[in-house]
């Protein structure tokens, strides 16, 4: 059975949990199992708006912390339009970060509400699935250094971990956790096994809302 429009999908997670080869891996196996199925990341650097987002995340521009979060936002509303039309076309789209993302690492800022920190993706579609890879922040540095690029401190990411928890407690979200502490094969397996369903049973669906 497969869906009449593509399946969006989304994985999230703290840095170095394996977001990326994750991605990828699960857009190859659905191609190869005979489903369109594409990769989008957020930030989306290529566009006018990314480029102030990935200068400001290699440190060479400064933003304020509010205007930074709303172009954040703005990048991803700014392809909502290509979204909808590659899931009306069939296409599942696999994409790497999305409003969770945006909302656990600025409210891991003080003084941003989770709540303040929604409200600009509010409408965004809603995904069919969020896999959350789960992996202790010290299981996580022990992968490697961090990165030179902003949030990337062992003391940032534990507080945008405990920003995730609080967005998984949405039920009107459907979240699922994954041991990301297991090898990539078996990670993917059971990406494999909830993708699987999910495109099973959004079927006919309309594609919802996110937060509304
Ligand atoms: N990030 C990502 C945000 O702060 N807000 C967002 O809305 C999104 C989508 O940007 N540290 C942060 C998380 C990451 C960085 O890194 C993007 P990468 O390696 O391009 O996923």
Request: glycine share 6%; charged share 25%.
């Amino acid at each position: 059975m497969s869906c009449r429009r593509g399946a969006l999908i989304v994985l999230e997670g703290v840095d170095k949990a394996g977001k990326t080869t994750q991605c990828k891996k699960l857009v190859h196996a659905l191609q190869q199992s005979g489903r369109a199925a594409e990769m989008m990341r957020f930030p989306d650097r290529t566009t006018q708006i990314g480029q102030l987002i990935s200068s400001y995340l290699e440190k060479k521009s400064n933003l304020e912390d509010h205007t930074i979060h709303l172009l954040f936002s703005a990048n991803r509303w700014e392809l909502v339009p290509l979204m909808k039309k590659k899931l009306e076309q069939g296409i599942t789209l696999v994409v790497d970060r999305y409003a969770f993302s945006g909302v656990a690492f600025t409210s891991a800022k003080p003084d941003f509400s989770l709540e303040w920190c929604k409200c600009p993706d509010v409408g965004l579609p809603k995904p069919d699935l969020v896999m959350f890879l789960q992996l202790n922040p010290s299981v996580a540095a022990e992968r490697g250094e961090f990165g030179t690029e902003r949030y990337e401190t062992s003391t940032f990411q534990r507080t945008v971990q405990q920003r995730f928890e609080q967005l998984m407690k949405d039920p009107s979200v459907n979240w699922k956790v994954i041991d990301a502490t297991k090898s990539i094969e078996v990670v993917h397996n059971d990406i494999k096994v909830l993708c699987e369903n999910t495109l099973n049973t959004c079927e006919n669906l309309p594609i919802g809302e996110l937060w509304k």
